[in-house]
């Protein structure tokens, strides 16, 4: 079974960094792309990142510049660094699989808010 | 990077089938080359399930009860013998292949009367 566990997330002022990890059992993990999704408070599902499992990577427009997405394929864990926090980045985010361009298992999701 | 067009909100009552609309354009759902539109499931609280991918796959484990299809630039996904269980936000979304990414629909809230 499939079992994604985010953590990392928590208060933090507006300008504020913040890492997210996600850890992977259960599966291959280095043979499968990854993902951060993220859902605001009340509001729709959002992607952010990508990584494939070759390790290139992709971003929304939302968070280019700000946000990294990276993986440790032998400690099974994928993170998303998150720099110049904003108010409108507040949201519960997913790691989640990707297969076949969809994102098939999803992590419980950790929460982010950003506030002074 | 602008989300897909989906209906606030669509309601049936029990045994009736109902079809929810995603509307996208060239770039994500119409694209000629790719055909990655996909479903998700969500009930309040919970964690986003996929219920349709590649438009009309099923994963393992989910009802034939949901099926998906896409004419031109406009996705569906049609539950039929409605339940009480389906009572759920449904979102679609489509992967953007020139640019790389994937967009999300707004979501629809399905109520079961």
């Known amino acids: 079974e499939v079992q994604l566990v985010e953590s990392g997330g928590d208060l933090i002022q507006p300008g504020g960094s913040l890492r997210l990890s996600c850890a992977a059992s259960?599966?291959?993990?280095?043979?499968?792309?990854m993902n951060w999704v993220r859902q605001a408070p009340g509001k729709g599902l959002e992607w952010v990142s990508y990584?494939?499992?070759?390790?290139?990577?992709w971003y929304a427009d939302s968070v280019k510049g700000r946000f990294t997405i990276s993986r440790d394929n032998a400690k099974r864990s994928l993170d998303l660094q998150m720099n110049s926090l904003r108010d409108d980045d507040t949201a519960v985010y997913y790691c989640?699989?990707?297969?076949?361009?969809?994102?098939?298992?999803w992590g419980q999701g950790t929460l982010v808010a950003v506030s002074s | 990077q602008s989300a897909l067009t989906q209906p606030a909100s669509v309601s049936g009552s029990p045994g009736q089938s109902i079809t929810i609309s995603c509307g996208g354009t060239?770039?994500?759902?119409?694209?000629?080359?790719?055909?990655?539109v996909s479903w998700y499931q969500q009930h309040p609280g919970k964690v986003p399930k996929l219920m349709i991918y590649?438009?009309?796959k099923r994963p393992s484990g989910v009802s034939n009860r949901f099926s998906g299809s896409k004419s031109g630039n406009t996705a569906s996904l049609t539950i039929s013998g409605l339940q009480a269980e389906d009572e759920a936000d449904y979102y679609c979304?489509?992967?953007?292949?020139?640019?790389?990414?994937?967009?999300f629909g707004g979501g629809t809230k399905v109520t079961v009367l």
């Open positions: 590649e438009v009309n």
């Open positions: 989640a699989r990707d297969q076949d361009y969809a994102f098939q298992d």
């Open positions: 979304c489509s992967f953007e292949g020139t640019t790389f990414y994937w967009v």
């Open positions: 259960g599966l291959n993990f280095n043979a499968y792309h």
């Open positions: 060239t770039s994500d759902i119409g694209s000629y080359f790719y055909n990655f």
């Open positions: 990584i494939g499992s070759g390790g290139n990577t």
